[in-house]
T-cell receptor, first 112, second 116 residues
Framework: AQSVTQPDIHITVSEGASLELRCNYSYGATPYLFWYVQSPGQGLQLLLK??????LVQGIKGFEAEFKRSQSSFNLRKPSVHWSDAAEYFC??????????FGKGTRLSVIA | DTGVSQDPRHKITKRGQNVTFRCDPI?????LYWYRQTLGQGPEFLTY????????KSRLLSDRFSAERPKGSFSTLEIQRTEQGDSAMYLC??????????????FGEGSRLTVL
């Protein structure tokens, strides 16, 4: 069965610092991998996705993620965090017509 | 494009009562999904429709839960004989078939259910 693990429940970073959110997945075939963001009072929004090809994918709001098959990981990164990035981040796995399976999320806090 | 809208945004009910949530997807999106999110958890898949056909249901969707999408547009999720464990945020998402395969779902803000 497919599953997603986000090891960090809560991360706090200073504004302007770099960010890396971890995601490990379990999937029998070639995975489609996604990162979604959920800001307070808003619906989940797709940040980026990986299907195949270049293992480093760029997303919206300056985020990027790297797919590492050998480590079953798809970590999300941002070189310089802004206060508006404070939100809940969800990694998800799916494929074709398989509904997305989400991790438990990582809550990001940004301090001045 | 007004986005996915859900109604009501918040529902408080007593145990044993029935509740119904409505989701209006983005127009022309033929796929509609229901997810449930509890505190400290990610969204959990419940069911999805393509047009009016319900294509998949999770084992989380007990017989007290029923979802419909009668004309392939809006959808309703009904919970009968609510239990305290049903307290959660119920999320609706829509997509077209092509985008759904690529994982791009458009989520509403959710309907929060509190069962007393």
């Amino acid at each position: 069965a497919q599953s997603v693990t986000q090891p960090d429940i809560h991360i706090t970073v200073s504004e302007g610092a770099s960010l890396e959110l971890r995601c490990n997945y379990s999937y029998g075939a070639t995975p489609y991998l996604f990162w979604y963001v959920q800001s307070p009072g808003q619906g989940l929004q797709l940040l980026l996705k990986y299907f195949s090809g270049d293992t480093l994918v760029q997303g919206i709001k300056g985020f990027e993620a790297e797919f590492k098959r050998s480590q079953s990981s798809f970590n999300l990164r941002k070189p310089s965090v802004h206060w508006s990035d404070a939100a809940e981040y969800f990694c998800a796995v799916g494929g074709g017509n398989t509904p997305l399976v989400f991790g438990k999320g990582t809550r990001l806090s940004v301090i001045a | 494009d007004t986005g996915v809208s859900q109604d009501p945004r918040h529902k408080i009910t007593k145990r044993g009562q029935n509740v119904t949530f409505r989701c209006d997807p983005i127009s022309e999106h033929n796929r509609l999904y229901w997810y449930r999110q509890t505190l400290g958890q990610g969204p959990e898949f419940l069911t999805y429709f393509q047009n009016e056909a319900q294509l998949e249901k999770s084992r989380l969707l007990s017989d007290r839960f029923s979802a419909e999408r009668p004309k392939g547009s809006f959808s309703t999720l009904e919970i009968q004989r609510t239990e305290q464990g049903d307290s959660a945020m119920y999320l609706c998402a829509s997509s077209d078939s092509g985008r759904a395969i690529t994982g791009e779902l458009f989520f509403g803000e959710g309907s929060r259910l509190t069962v007393l």
